[in-house]
């Protein structure tokens, strides 16, 4: 099975920055697109920004210029760097995965469990 563990939230004044990071572990044949999702009270949960395996990036139009999403495809980590944070922001940040587990597997999602991250003076 695949996990993802996410981690580099907190506490954050506007104009600050976060760097949080997805770490996929488990016996894998290929992760495909990997991408971040935010969730905040009351709100749907929505896309920030997603990478190709070749890491080609995709952002939500209101993170644009402000976060940059990265991977190292060695480590089956993903990044998201975030600066510029405005308090709406604030949000639990899920990481995802599409995995093929084997060549012969349908790929499926992964979620991780969750960060969260406060944007407030």
């Known amino acids: 099975q695949v996990r993802l563990v996410e981690s580099g939230g907190g506490l954050v004044q506007p104009g600050g920055s976060l760097r949080l990071s997805c770490a996929a572990s488990?016996?894998?044949?290929?992760?495909?697109?990997m991408a971040w999702y935010r969730q905040a009270p009351g709100k749907q949960r929505e896309l920030v920004a997603s990478?190709?395996?070749?890491?080609?990036?995709n952002y939500a139009d209101s993170v644009k210029g402000r976060f940059t999403i990265s991977r190292d495809n060695a480590k089956n980590t993903v990044y998201l760097q975030m600066n510029s944070l405005k308090p709406e922001d604030t949000a639990d940040y899920y990481c995802?995965?599409?995995?093929?587990?084997?060549?012969?597997?349908?790929?499926?999602?992964?979620w991780g469990q969750g960060t969260q991250v406060t944007v407030s003076s």
């Open positions: 995802n995965a599409k995995v093929k587990l084997r060549s012969y597997s349908r790929e499926a999602d992964y």
């Open positions: 488990g016996v894998v044949f290929r992760i495909n697109a």
């Open positions: 990478i190709t395996s070749s890491g080609i990036a």
